[in-house]
């Protein structure tokens, strides 16, 4: 696998996982029973989680191409 594959897999892993841990939790705090575009609605006014997701996908561009 060349760089350019592995950045790619890892932020689309980076972006996957940030999707099913903010259903999750959304689900664990209002219940599962919610609308399923609340999660995203947190997640869209929540600037920190933002930089959270920017800097896991710098690490795994970064990882991807110094490896």
Do not use: N
Request: aromatic share 10%; charged share 10%; proline share 4%.
């Amino acid at each position: 696998m060349d760089p350019q594959d592995a950045a790619l897999f890892g932020v689309s892993a980076v972006v996957a996982a940030t999707v099913v841990a903010a259903v999750v939790v959304a689900g664990l705090l209002f219940g599962f029973d919610e609308s399923v575009l609340r999660p995203f609605a947190l997640l869209a006014a929540e600037p920190f989680a933002w930089i959270v997701v920017a800097a896991l996908a710098v690490a795994v561009v970064g990882h991807a191409y110094i490896g």
